[in-house]
C-alpha cells in the first residue's frame, strides 16, 4: 500500500489522530501523549494571563514539530472568533484556527451560523480554517463556500466521552463534503474513533477521552492504533453485510455424504 | 494613571510602554499577545508603544485546550 497521506491546509501529516492539551491533571505528560499518539496536530485555546498567580506555560510542553491548532474558544458570536483568532495568530504560531462559537453553556453545541461568518471573514485574511459545528449537511456546504480548510462535526457533546451519537449524520457529511471531515468531540474510547475512520472520516480529534484516562500516554497509545487501523479498514474496503448467514468454509466434502 | 488590565483597574507609573509594564508583572514577552484599545500591538513594538491613562489591554497566551 503506497503512504496514506493527509492533507490538511496545504500540508502533510501521516498521523489522522489530532489531540489537545485541555484538562490534564499535569501537562508535563503532554510530550509522551504527543510521541506515544503519533500526533502531529495539537490543539490549545488562548486565555487572559492570570497576573495573580504564576501558572506553568503550556508551550514549553508542545513538542516543536507539532503543527498548532488554536481555538477560538470562549468565542459566543462570529466577531469574538475572528478577534480571538486573530490574537491568536499574532502569537506568531501559524495562521491555523479552530472556529469554536458556543453560546450555549449546557451542551456547548456550536452556532453553526456565526461560525459560517466568521469561517468566511477569516479565510479571506489568509487562515486555514477549521471549524467545529453540529453534523449538519447545510452547515457543512455553507462552510465549503465559506472557504475552510476542513469541517469538523461533533460526535457528541464536548468533553462527554459518549461516542458517535451522531453517526448517521456524519455518513452524510462524509458522503456529501469534498472537504476533510475531522470527527471533533465527545469520542471517548479507542473503538469510537476506529469506528469513524472506517466509516471513511479523514480524521478524528480527541482530548477529554485521553487527557482524563487514568494512563493518558497508554489511551493515546490506544488512540493512535485505533484511528490507523479504522482508516486501513476503511481503504481496504470491507465487505458487504448480510442477513443471513453465509458459510466461510465449503458446504461439500463432507464425512457423512454418500 | 490607570489603566484596564485584564478587565482590571490597575495603576500604574507614568511613561511606561507594553514591554516595561509586562516586565513589571514579570511577564515573558515572547509568551504573550497584547492588544491595546482592541488593536493587536505587533511584539516587536512592544517597546515602542506607550501607554495613556484609561487604556484597555488585553495580555493573553495560549492555554491547554481542545
Keep these: 500500500m503506497s503512504e496514506d497521506i493527509f492533507e490538511i491546509g496545504g500540508l502533510k501529516f501521516s498521523s489522522r489522530l489530532l489531540t489537545g492539551t485541555g484538562k490534564y491533571s499535569d501537562d508535563s505528560v503532554i510530550p509522551a501523549v ?103 449537511l447545510y452547515i457543512a456546504r455553507s462552510l465549503v463556500d465559506a472557504g475552510a480548510a476542513a469541517v469538523m462535526p461533533l460526535g457528541s457533546p464536548i468533553g462527554t466521552n459518549r461516542g458517535l451519537k451522531t453517526r448517521e449524520m456524519l455518513r452524510i457529511l462524509i458522503e456529501e463534503i469534498s472537504l476533510p471531515i475531522i470527527v471533533d468531540a465527545g469520542i471517548g474510547r479507542p473503538s469510537e474513533a476506529c469506528e469513524a475512520m472506517e466509516m471513511g472520516a479523514d480524521a478524528c480529534l480527541v482530548n477529554t477521552a485521553i487527557a482524563t484516562a487514568c494512563d493518558p500516554i497508554m489511551m493515546a497509545k490506544a488512540f493512535g492504533r485505533a484511528v490507523k487501523a479504522g482508516r486501513e479498514a476503511y481503504l481496504s474496503g470491507p465487505g458487504a453485510k448480510h442477513r443471513n448467514a453465509i458459510a466461510s468454509s465449503p458446504l461439500t466434502g463432507f464425512l457423512s455424504e454418500g | 494613571m490607570n489603566v484596564i488590565l485584564n478587565g482590571i483597574e490597575t495603576e500604574i507609573l507614568d511613561q511606561m510602554s507594553v514591554f516595561t509594564l509586562l516586565e513589571s508583572k514579570q511577564i515573558t514577552a515572547d509568551t504573550v499577545v497584547v492588544e491595546l484599545n482592541k488593536e493587536i500591538v505587533p511584539s516587536d513594538n512592544f517597546e515602542n508603544v506607550m501607554l495613556n491613562d484609561g487604556d484597555h489591554l488585553e495580555v493573553l497566551r495560549f492555554v491547554g485546550g481542545g
Design chain 1, 34 to 136: 504527543c510521541e506515544s499518539s503519533g500526533s502531529q496536530i495539537i490543539t490549545v485555546a488562548l486565555r487572559r494571563v492570570d497576573l495573580e498567580s504564576k501558572t506553568g506555560n503550556v508551550m514549553d510542553f508542545i513538542p516543536k514539530h507539532m503543527q498548532l491548532l488554536p481555538n477560538t474558544s470562549g468565542a459566543r458570536t462570529a466577531d469574538e472568533a475572528v478577534r480571538i483568532a486573530r490574537l491568536a495568530r499574532a502569537m506568531g504560531c501559524g495562521d491555523w484556527i479552530k472556529i469554536e462559537v458556543i453560546s450555549d453553556s449546557k451542551y456547548l453545541l456550536p452556532d453553526g451560523y456565526e461560525t459560517a461568518k466568521a469561517t468566511e471573514i477569516l479565510a479571506k485574511e489568509g487562515f486555514v480554517v477549521l471549524p467545529y459545528v453540529n453534523a449538519d
